[in-house]
Protein backbone atom coordinates (compact mmCIF):
# COMPACT_ATOMS: atom_id res chain seq x y z
CA UNK A 1 0.00 0.00 0.00
CA UNK A 2 1.05 3.22 -0.62
CA UNK A 3 0.12 6.14 2.03
CA UNK A 4 0.51 10.04 0.96
CA UNK A 5 0.64 13.35 2.86
CA UNK A 6 0.90 16.52 1.58
CA UNK A 7 2.20 19.91 3.58
CA UNK A 8 3.23 22.97 2.06
CA UNK A 9 0.04 24.79 1.68
CA UNK A 10 -1.12 27.82 3.00
CA UNK A 11 -2.53 31.38 1.98
CA UNK A 12 -0.54 33.56 -0.84
CA UNK A 13 -1.27 36.88 -2.24
CA UNK A 14 -1.97 37.12 -5.95
CA UNK A 15 0.46 36.63 -8.14
CA UNK A 16 2.56 34.55 -5.48
CA UNK A 17 4.41 31.56 -5.35
CA UNK A 18 3.63 27.88 -3.22
CA UNK A 19 5.58 24.76 -3.48
CA UNK A 20 3.80 21.89 -2.43
CA UNK A 21 5.03 18.61 -0.70
CA UNK A 22 3.44 14.72 -1.11
CA UNK A 23 5.69 12.43 0.90
CA UNK A 24 5.17 8.73 0.13
CA UNK A 25 5.85 5.46 1.52
CA UNK A 26 4.60 2.17 1.50
CA UNK A 27 4.84 0.20 -1.42
CA UNK A 28 7.57 1.16 -3.94
CA UNK A 29 6.72 4.33 -4.97
CA UNK A 30 9.54 4.35 -7.69
CA UNK A 31 7.39 2.49 -10.03
CA UNK A 32 3.95 5.07 -9.49
CA UNK A 33 2.93 7.97 -11.45
CA UNK A 34 2.03 10.61 -8.75
CA UNK A 35 -0.76 13.22 -9.76
CA UNK A 36 -1.58 16.52 -8.21
CA UNK A 37 -5.14 17.26 -8.28
CA UNK A 38 -7.02 20.29 -6.95
CA UNK A 39 -10.86 20.69 -5.68
CA UNK A 40 -12.37 23.82 -5.67
CA UNK A 41 -15.66 24.62 -3.66
CA UNK A 42 -18.47 23.75 -5.61
CA UNK A 43 -16.10 22.51 -8.47
CA UNK A 44 -15.20 19.21 -9.76
CA UNK A 45 -11.58 17.69 -8.33
CA UNK A 46 -9.55 18.31 -11.71
CA UNK A 47 -5.95 16.87 -12.27
CA UNK A 48 -3.30 19.73 -12.59
CA UNK A 49 -0.35 17.65 -13.00
CA UNK A 50 1.28 14.43 -13.21
CA UNK A 51 4.55 13.03 -13.13
CA UNK A 52 5.50 8.93 -14.31
CA UNK A 53 7.70 6.80 -12.50
CA UNK A 54 10.28 7.94 -15.72
CA UNK A 55 9.93 11.53 -14.83
CA UNK A 56 8.01 12.42 -17.83
CA UNK A 57 5.33 15.07 -16.42
CA UNK A 58 2.09 16.36 -17.90
CA UNK A 59 0.38 19.25 -17.11
CA UNK A 60 -3.02 20.87 -17.26
CA UNK A 61 -3.63 23.13 -19.81
CA UNK A 62 -5.13 25.83 -17.69
CA UNK A 63 -1.64 25.38 -15.48
CA UNK A 64 1.07 24.83 -18.11
CA UNK A 65 4.06 27.05 -17.83
CA UNK A 66 2.92 28.35 -13.99
CA UNK A 67 3.15 24.17 -12.84
CA UNK A 68 6.60 22.42 -11.88
CA UNK A 69 6.14 18.67 -10.85
CA UNK A 70 9.55 17.41 -9.47
CA UNK A 71 9.80 14.42 -7.93
CA UNK A 72 12.62 12.76 -5.61
CA UNK A 73 12.64 9.36 -5.58
CA UNK A 74 15.61 9.42 -2.63
CA UNK A 75 13.17 11.13 -0.56
CA UNK A 76 10.14 9.46 -1.59
CA UNK A 77 8.38 13.16 -2.32
CA UNK A 78 6.42 14.63 -5.17
CA UNK A 79 6.45 17.90 -5.42
CA UNK A 80 4.31 20.60 -7.32
CA UNK A 81 5.82 24.35 -7.34
CA UNK A 82 2.56 26.83 -8.60
CA UNK A 83 3.66 30.05 -10.01
CA UNK A 84 1.61 33.22 -10.53
CA UNK A 85 -1.01 32.09 -8.36
CA UNK A 86 -4.48 33.46 -9.22
CA UNK A 87 -7.31 33.64 -6.68
CA UNK A 88 -9.56 31.25 -8.89
CA UNK A 89 -6.91 29.16 -8.14
CA UNK A 90 -7.15 28.47 -4.80
CA UNK A 91 -8.78 25.25 -3.51
CA UNK A 92 -7.83 22.03 -2.16
CA UNK A 93 -5.11 20.41 -3.30
CA UNK A 94 -4.26 16.60 -3.73
CA UNK A 95 -1.29 14.50 -4.57
CA UNK A 96 -2.66 10.86 -5.54
CA UNK A 97 -1.18 7.61 -6.37
CA UNK A 98 -2.82 5.05 -8.92
CA UNK A 99 -3.79 1.80 -8.27
CA UNK A 100 -1.52 -0.18 -10.49
CA UNK A 101 1.97 0.49 -11.63
CA UNK A 102 2.78 1.90 -14.80
CA UNK A 103 5.61 3.79 -16.56
CA UNK A 104 3.10 6.56 -17.46
CA UNK A 105 0.48 8.55 -16.09
CA UNK A 106 -2.95 7.39 -15.35
CA UNK A 107 -5.10 9.57 -17.07
CA UNK A 108 -8.49 8.96 -15.98
CA UNK A 109 -9.25 10.23 -12.38
CA UNK A 110 -11.17 6.58 -11.12
CA UNK A 111 -7.33 4.81 -11.46
CA UNK A 112 -6.28 7.45 -8.76
CA UNK A 113 -7.17 4.83 -5.43
CA UNK A 114 -4.22 6.27 -3.16
CA UNK A 115 -4.78 9.69 -1.74
CA UNK A 116 -3.53 12.33 0.46
CA UNK A 117 -5.61 14.36 3.04
CA UNK A 118 -5.26 17.19 0.96
CA UNK A 119 -3.44 21.04 1.27
CA UNK A 120 -5.36 24.48 1.06
CA UNK A 121 -4.18 27.01 -1.01
CA UNK A 122 -6.16 30.36 -0.48
CA UNK A 123 -5.07 33.52 -2.63
CA UNK A 124 -5.98 36.67 -1.74
CA UNK A 125 -4.91 40.42 -0.83
Do not use: H
Not at 14 to 23: I, K, V
Not at 64 to 73: A, C, K, L, Q, S
Amino acid sequence: QVQLVESGGGSVQPGGSLTLSCATSGDTVDYYGIAWFRQAPGKERERVACISSRGNTEYAESGEGRFIITRDNVKNTVYLQKDSLKPDEAAVYYCAAPRLMAPFCWKIQAEYTRWGQGSQITVSE
